[in-house]
């Protein structure tokens, strides 16, 4: 069964930080990962889709990989900004026969201090 | 504006008292699904559904009921809640076919069962 783990569980760093949050799953089999960004009380945000055959994937201050073959994906978040901090999460997709389902690590709550 | 809504947002209820949560996308999406959230075991998903009259169960169905009777509305039905079911649900939609897609978020429903 797939397990996805993000490490840390909570960051806390100050204003203009680049800093890596980071995702591990067990199974290789994935069709996609997919980072979201959840702020309290609120829905998930898409942050950045990566597909299984792409190596990363940027959108603006944001920068994720995916090693399919350690079973590791990155979040890089160039200049922090108070405004960054929320949970992040990351899921995987993985497929069996037609279903498709989404697996998602428990997240990284992100501080960032003005 | 593409979105995905949930009705209710929030909810109590009493044990045993049966209820719905609706939900719909307006994207013409075919895979939709429902998701719980709950605090130190991330998202769990509860049903999916592939298309139009094609649901199956995800990795935590105890309890629940679904139905796609139309592509725009996957609505959860708990027939007789209980304690254990009080939870943030999400409900999310991506487009179909084979290729992993970017799936969208409702914003949640906070239900509480006494």
């Known amino acids: 069964k797939q397990e996805v783990t993000q490490i840390p569980a909570a960051l806390s760093v100050p204003e203009g930080e680049n800093l890596v949050l980071n995702c591990s799953f067990t199974d290789s089999a994935i069709y996609n990962l997919q980072w979201f960004r959840q702020d309290p009380g609120k829905g998930l945000t898409s942050l950045l889709l990566?597909?299984?055959?792409?190596r990363e994937q940027t959108s603006g201050r944001l920068n994720a990989s995916l090693d399919k073959s350690s079973g590791r994906s990155t979040l890089y978040i160039a200049a922090s900004q108070p405004g960054d901090s929320a949970t992040y999460l990351c899921a995987v997709g993985i497929s069996s026969g037609s279903a498709r389902q989404l697996t998602f690590g428990s997240g990284t709550q992100l501080t960032v201090l003005p | 504006e593409a979105q995905v809504t949930q009705n209710p947002r929030y909810l109590i209820t009493v044990t045993g008292k049966k209820l719905t949560v609706t939900c719909s996308q307006n994207m013409n999406h075919e895979y939709m699904s429902w998701y719980r959230q709950d605090p130190g075991l991330g998202l769990r998903q509860i049903y999916y559904s592939m298309n139009v009259e094609v649901t199956d169960k995800g990795d935590v169905p105890e309890g629940y009921k679904v139905s796609r009777k139309e592509k725009r509305n996957f609505p959860l039905i708990l027939e007789s809640p209980s304690p254990n079911q009080t939870s943030l649900y999400f409900c999310a939609s991506s487009q179909g076919g084979a290729r992993g897609h970017e799936q969208y978020f409702g914003p949640g429903t906070r239900l509480t069962v006494t």
């Open positions: 990566i597909q299984s055959s792409q």
